[in-house]
Structure formats: structure tokens, C-alpha cells
């Protein structure tokens, strides 16, 4: 089993994230909607797996089909769908990963990731106690990436409550009748 590293925030992160959107954009052309960088390496400070993550959402599902193709020929691994209309593709450097979705644009799990993102970035307190339950996890799990990723999903899913919340209650509401 191949050891879980989480490593210290690095000031390239959004640098590699630029280099790896413009060629997804190249390859995806007019059809792709937007490319977002999520996961920890897209919160500045927090400490992160050294695995760039981005979704690229194509304008409409229809398009899913072909921009999977045009990936998987670019030098992308190929992993399929994560069960949630989610292509999920691998790219290794000597320093980095990267971790690319392909959706389309009215995903579930993509606004839940971006969902994620947005809570832990204006909430400095929250990202340092992901950042220390994910590296006691790396510690614990021995090269075990199930009880490694099955070890937050409680966090996650506390923190995806909180910003729904957040999220919610920022919005106007008129009065039940």
C-alpha cells in the first residue's frame, strides 16, 4: 500500500492549478462551462494531500460523451464515473497528482465540493481542524485509503451542513402563509 502524505500548504498550488485549467480548456474548447480548483490545495494554508483536484463542467451533459474521449486520449488515467455523474480522471508528476472531474453543469456533487471550498475558506478555524483530522487519519490508516477517506465523511458531511445553513439563511425568505 502506498503511504496517504499530507503536506503543508504550498504557495504553487493555485500556480499548477492555472497551468493544468488552461490545458483543460484548450482541450475542452467552447463546450466547457467553467474549471474549478477544489479540494484542500484550493484553501489557502490548509494542509492537503499534494494532489491538485479541479471539476471541469461542460456546458450541457449532452457534451459529457465526447469530452470524456478527448481526456482519456491526453494522457489522462481514466477511473469512470464516481456514481454520481462525475468522470474522474488521474494525471501524476514527480511533485504532484492531479484529480480531474469532468460533470456537466448542474452536478450535485460539484456544488457540494464548491459548497466545501467557500465554508473552509472564510472559516480559518473549521479548514485547521480538517487540516489535523486529516493528517491523524494519514497517520492511523497505514497506507489504507478507504479508512482514510471513510474517517472524514462525517466532517464533510457536518461541514456541508453548516454552510447549507450559512448558505440559506443568507437568503432572503418571505414568510410562510
Given at each position: 500500500?502506498?503511504?496517504?502524505?499530507?503536506?503543508?500548504?504550498?504557495?504553487?498550488?493555485?500556480?499548477?492549478?492555472?497551468?493544468?485549467?488552461?490545458?483543460?480548456?484548450?482541450?475542452?474548447?467552447?463546450?466547457?462551462?467553467?474549471?474549478?480548483?477544489?479540494?484542500?490545495?484550493?484553501?489557502?494554508?490548509?494542509?492537503?494531500?499534494?494532489?491538485?483536484?479541479?471539476?471541469?463542467?461542460?456546458?450541457?451533459?449532452?457534451?459529457?460523451?465526447?469530452?470524456?474521449?478527448?481526456?482519456?486520449?491526453?494522457?489522462?488515467?481514466?477511473?469512470?464515473?464516481?456514481?454520481?455523474?462525475?468522470?474522474?480522471?488521474?494525471?501524476?508528476?514527480?511533485?504532484?497528482?492531479?484529480?480531474?472531474?469532468?460533470?456537466?453543469?448542474?452536478?450535485?456533487?460539484?456544488?457540494?465540493?464548491?459548497?466545501?471550498?467557500?465554508?473552509?475558506?472564510?472559516?480559518?478555524?473549521?479548514?485547521?481542524?480538517?487540516?489535523?483530522?486529516?493528517?491523524?487519519?494519514?497517520a492511523e490508516a497505514g497506507g489504507d485509503w478507504d479508512f482514510y477517506t471513510a474517517g472524514k465523511t462525517t466532517f464533510v458531511s457536518e461541514?456541508?451542513?453548516?454552510?447549507?445553513?450559512?448558505?440559506?439563511?443568507?437568503?432572503?425568505?418571505?414568510?410562510?402563509?
Amino acid at each position: 500500500m502506498r503511504a496517504i502524505k499530507v503536506v503543508d500548504d504550498d504557495p504553487s498550488w493555485p500556480l499548477l492549478f492555472a497551468e493544468i485549467s488552461t490545458e483543460i480548456s484548450i482541450l475542452l474548447g467552447d463546450r466547457l462551462l467553467s474549471i474549478d480548483h477544489l479540494g484542500s490545495t484550493s484553501v489557502p494554508g490548509l494542509a492537503a494531500k499534494p494532489k491538485i483536484d479541479l471539476d471541469a463542467v461542460m456546458i450541457s451533459d449532452e457534451f459529457l460523451p465526447t469530452a470524456i474521449e478527448v481526456v482519456r486520449a491526453a494522457d489522462f488515467v481514466f477511473h469512470g464515473d464516481t456514481g454520481e455523474q462525475r468522470w474522474a480522471f488521474t494525471r501524476d508528476h514527480q511533485a504532484y497528482g492531479i484529480r480531474l472531474y469532468l460533470c456537466g453543469p448542474d452536478n450535485r456533487g460539484h456544488r457540494e465540493r464548491i459548497l466545501f471550498r467557500d465554508y473552509l475558506r472564510v472559516h480559518p478555524e473549521r479548514a485547521k481542524a480538517y487540516a489535523e483530522l486529516k493528517r491523524r487519519l494519514a497517520a492511523e490508516a497505514g497506507g489504507d485509503w478507504d479508512f482514510y477517506t471513510a474517517g472524514k465523511t462525517t466532517f464533510v458531511s457536518e461541514t456541508l451542513r453548516l454552510a447549507d445553513l450559512r448558505t440559506w439563511s443568507a437568503q432572503p425568505h418571505s414568510a410562510p402563509d
